[in-house]
């Protein structure tokens, strides 16, 4: 999955949209961006469906896709900082425990699995 991964188009529409305020046209593309990205942000293809139904709902998808990149990524990003900081110290329970933390309430598959594979590493660890 992460291989496929471009969030590069959808950071540059909810910028343009969102902070910038260029007015949001459903458009083919758009919509296509929208319904491709909604599952990599852990929106079910039913959701992102129904959002894309209405114009207003697809600006709410777009909105609640990027809230979720970027929540995740700053999440995630502490996490790791603190992790780090923990096993540097020698407290693996902590280092630990800021992963099961981050999967406690992320939904985005990405960082899901990067948090769980640096849990599953700190597994060989005292």
Known sequence: ?????????????ARRVL???EPFALTADVRDLLKRTAPEVGI????????????AG?????????????????????????MYKHKQAGDFDSARQEMRDVLAVEVVPLYRETAQGQLEDLEDEP
């Open 1 to 13: 999955m992460t291989d496929e991964i471009d969030w590069d188009p959808i950071r540059a529409l």
């Open 19 to 21: 902070r910038e305020g």
């Open 44 to 55: 079910s293809d039913t959701d992102a469906a129904r959002a894309l139904m209405t114009e």
């Open 58 to 82: 697809a600006l709410e998808l777009l909105r609640e896709s990027a809230r979720r990149i970027r929540e995740g990524s700053s999440r995630l990003v502490d996490a790791l900082h603190r």
